[in-house]
C-alpha cells in the first residue's frame, strides 16, 4: 500500500508540474530542482591538458569563452531545438567535439567536457526532474569521466566512517557518458565522499563535501586530472541556479627514482615517517599514496639510518602523480620533481619522455628510432612527453640512442624497448658520464 501511494503521489507531482510549465517553475521550497520556463545549460571542464575551452551553438557567438580546466557554470539560456553544439580548445580555430544535440525547451542540462584533448569527449546530462525526495533525505547520481578507472564505488558517510564496516552507497558506476540513477541518501551535518576501485576498498578519493540540503536534488562527477589511479570529483546542486564546484581530494601519489652513487640503497620518508625503504640504484618505487600538499620529503642511505642526505619540499596536487629522480654523489645529492601525465594516451599511440639523471653527463640528444625527437635536455632536467604509434597488445619495439648534444658523439643506446599503447612511459639516463645506464619506468 505504502508502495502504491508513493508512486500515485509522484506521478501527481508530474502532472502537477508539467501543467504548471507555461506559466511558472514547480518547486517544493525545499531545494528540489525547479522546472525552469527557459532551455539552460551548465557547462563543467574536465579537460586537463587544455589551456581553455570555448562552447557555442551553432554559428551563434559562443556562450562560454575562456573557462579553465574545473571550473563550472551556472545555468546559461540557450535556445532549444536540434543544434550544433562546437567545442574548442584553441578560440574556435578547430574544434574538439563537433556534434548535433537536441535541447528541449523549458529543459535544464549540464554538459560535462572531460578527457584529455587527444581523446575529449562530452556528457550532456537532463537536469529537470520531478523527482521530491521523502523528507530527511535528498537524491544523488554519479557520473564517472575518469579515463581508465573502469568502475568505481561511492561511498557517502559522515565524516571518519570506517569502509571496512561500510558497504557502498553505489556500486561499480562504469566509465562512460551516462549517468547513474538517483539514489536517496539520509541527510547529514556533513558528509565525506570517498570513492575506491570498484569491487574493493582501495581509496582513490577522499573529501569532506559539506552539507545536502534536505529534499535536493544533485550529482557528482567522478574525473582524472592526470593520475593513473586517484581521481577528483564535482559535486552539483539541481537547483534554480545550477550551483555546483570542485571539491580537490585530500589525495596525491608520489614515487622515487634512485640515480646516486651512493652505493647503497635509498630509504624515504614524508613529513617523518618512513614511506619507502632500499630503493637501489636504478630503481623506481611504486607510487605511493600520501596527503595532498607541501610535504616534507627526506632521503637517507639505508647504510646510514638517521642521517638526512636530502631534504625535498614538494607540493603534491590533489589527484596527481609526482615522479621525485635523486641523483648525485654523497654529501651532494639532488632532486627533479616532475609532474606526471599518466592519462590515457591517443589511441594506438604511448606516451614517453627522457630524463637526464646523471650527475655530470653534458646536455644530450634523443634519438627515437635514430631521429631527433629532442634536442640539449640538459643534466636534472625532463623533456616534454611524446606519442609514439604503439601496438595495443604486443607492444611495439623502439630504440632510443643519446648523443653528446650537438655531436654525432653516441652517449647511450637503448635498443628493443618495448612500448604499449595507452602506457606513460619515463625513460631515465643514470650514471656516471663515463658508464651512463638506461632505466625505462611504466608510469601507472
Given amino acids: 500500500m505504502e508502495i502504491a501511494n508513493t508512486c500515485r503521489r509522484l506521478f501527481l507531482t508530474a502532472l502537477v508540474c508539467l501543467a504548471a510549465l507555461p506559466l511558472a517553475s514547480c518547486n ?53 531545438g536540434t543544434r550544433e553544439l562546437k567545442v574548442s580548445a584553441d578560440g574556435g580555430q578547430t574544434n574538439i567535439i563537433d556534434v548535433s544535440v537536441t535541447l528541449v525547451k523549458a529543459v535544464d542540462y549540464t554538459l560535462v567536457i572531460y578527457g584529455p584533448v587527444e581523446a575529449v569527449a562530452q556528457s550532456l546530462i537532463v537536469d529537470t526532474s520531478t523527482l521530491v525526495p521523502n523528507g530527511g533525505t535528498f537524491d ?53 565522499l570517498r570513492v575506491t576501485i570498484s569491487g574493493s576498498k582501495e581509496v582513490i578519493y577522499d573529501a569532506e563535501v559539506g552539507t545536502f540540503a534536505d529534499k535536493s536534488l544533485a550529482e557528482v562527477v567522478v ?85 638526512t642526505l636530502l631534504t625535498v619540499v614538494a607540493t603534491l596536487e590533489p589527484a596527481t602523480d609526482t615522479s621525485i629522480a635523486v641523483s648525485g654523489p654523497a654529501g651532494a645529492l639532488r632532486s627533479l620533481v616532475l609532474t606526471d601525465n599518466n592519462l590515457p594516451s591517443a589511441a594506438g599511440r604511448a606516451r614517453v619522455r627522457f630524463v637526464n639523471a646523471s650527475p655530470d653527463l653534458a646536455a644530450m640528444d634523443v634519438y627515437v628510432n635514430f631521429s631527433k625527437t629532442f634536442s640539449n635536455v640538459a643534466s636534472n632536467t625532463a623533456s616534454p612527453y611524446s606519442e609514439l604509434v604503439a601496438d595495443p597488445f604486443a607492444g611495439t619495439a623502439y630504440e632510443f640512442d643519446f648523443n653528446l648534444a650537438g655531436t654525432s658523439t653516441p652517449l647511450l643506446k637503448l635498443p628493443g624497448v618495448l612500448l604499449a599503447a595507452g602506457k606513460t612511459y619515463t625513460v631515465y639516463v643514470v650514471g656516471s658520464a663515463a658508464a651512463p645506464q638506461g632505466v625505462v619506468s611504466t608510469d601507472d
Fill in 140 to 192: 544523488l547520481r554519479v557520473l564517472n569521466v575518469a579515463n581508465g578507472i573502469a568502475g568505481i564505488d561511492v561511498y557517502l558517510t559522515p565524516p571518519g566512517a570506517d569502509l571496512s564496516l561500510t558497504a557502498p552507497w553505489l556500486t561499480n558506476v562504469a566509465l562512460g557518458a551516462s549517468v547513474s540513477i538517483f539514489v536517496p541518501v539520509t541527510v547529514d551535518s556533513n558528509s565525506e
Fill in 28 to 80: 517544493s521550497g525545499n531545494g528540489v530542482g525547479a522546472v525552469p520556463l527557459l532551455t539552460r545549460i551548465r557547462v563543467v571542464n574536465l579537460v586537463p591538458n587544455a589551456p581553455s575551452i570555448q562552447v557555442q551553438l551553432d554559428t551563434d557567438t559562443p556562450f562560454v569563452a575562456g573557462m579553465q580546466f574545473e571550473q563550472v557554470t551556472p545555468y546559461i539560456e540557450v535556445d532549444p
Fill in 223 to 307: 574525473f582524472g586530472k592526470g593520475s593513473a589511479k586517484l581521481v577528483n570529483a564535482a559535486v552539483l546542486l539541481i537547483d534554480s541556479n545550477g550551483t555546483g564546484q570542485v571539491f580537490d581530494s585530500t589525495l596525491a601519489e608520489f614515487k622515487v627514482l634512485n640515480g646516486t652513487s651512493l652505493g647503497a640503497p635509498l630509504n624515504v620518508f614524508v613529513d617523518g615517517t618512513l614511506v619507502l625503504a632500499n630503493v637501489p640504484f636504478g630503481g623506481v618505487s611504486n607510487y605511493q599514496k600520501v596527503a595532498a600538499g607541501t610535504r616534507v620529503i627526506t632521503v637517507q642511505s639505508a647504510a646510514t639510518p638517521g642521517a
